[in-house]
T-cell receptor, first 113, second 112 residues
Framework: DTAVSQTPKYLVTQMGNDKSIKCEQN?????MYWYKQDSKKFLKIMFS???????INETVPNRFSPKSPDKAHLNLHINSLELGDSAVYFC????????????FGPGTRLTVT | DQQVKQNSPSLSVQEGRISILNCDYT??????FLWYKKYPAEGPTFLIS?????DKNEDGRFTVFLNKSAKHLSLHIVPSQPGDSAVYFC???????????FGTGTRLKVLA
């Protein structure tokens, strides 16, 4: 009964492809996030959704499109993958958008060749 | 521009001794700070937090100290245990943003 789960755990794909990463939380939280951890280990927020509404959208290429079908799911779709997209992507959730503590998923390691 | 810095990429400590992990920040608008612990192939897990109205917060073996004038916080683990071996990230947020800026982490190794 994992609290925040992500699939797949590993994703290897070629440049130019389109791929999706799925995230689900069973904590009943209202707010979900996507983070990217690059090769320099920086963990940076990309998006945040609160009750299916986008509340944080950092400077991310529009090839990245988050989708929240319901408040328990936040998927990340990436179009036209580039080498620089290779990273570990973490999904997280928090009780609401006024709560600091976030619960992270195990991460998805994306490798673009 | 790295607003949260963890200048020590790694730290080794003997079991039973104190581990001190440091974090510096540059943005004076930050007023809430957290520490996360991360094991390999897992996501970060919340450890302890501190608000800028405090200078110390304690939870069992973990204590976080905040020095606002120096824009510095530290995490003390005492006594250190082998299971504490992990990467520790500090993160900072400003009121109302609920958006964290993370440091790059410090890898702690506790030697048995």
């Amino acid at each position: 009964d994992t609290a925040v789960s992500q699939t797949p755990k590993y994703l290897v794909t070629q440049m130019g492809n389109d791929k999706s990463i799925k995230c689900e939380q069973n904590l009943g939280h209202d707010t979900m996030y996507w983070y990217k951890q690059d090769s320099k280990k920086f963990l940076k927020i990309m998006f945040s959704y609160n009750n299916k509404e986008l509340i944080i959208n950092e400077t991310v290429p529009n090839r990245f499109s988050p989708k929240s079908p319901d408040k328990a799911h936040l998927n990340l779709h990436i179009n036209s993958l580039e080498l620089g997209d290779s990273a570990v992507y973490f999904c997280a959730s928090s009780q609401d958008d006024t709560t600091y503590e976030q619960y992270f998923g195990p991460g998805t390691r994306l490798t673009v060749t | 521009d790295q607003q949260v810095k963890q200048n020590s990429p790694s730290l080794s400590v003997q079991e039973g001794r104190i581990s001190i992990l440091n974090c510096d920040y540059t943005n004076s608008m930050f007023d809430y700070f957290l520490w996360y612990k991360k094991y390999p192939a897992e996501g970060p897990t919340f450890l302890i937090s501190i608000s800028s109205i405090k200078d110390k917060n304690e939870d069992g073996r973990f204590t976080v100290f905040l020095n606002k004038s120096a824009k510095h916080l530290s995490l003390h683990i005492v006594p250190s245990q082998p299971g504490d071996s992990a990467v520790y990230f500090c993160a900072a947020s400003g009121t109302g943003t609920y958006k964290y800026i993370f440091g790059t982490g410090t890898r702690l190794k506790v030697l048995a």
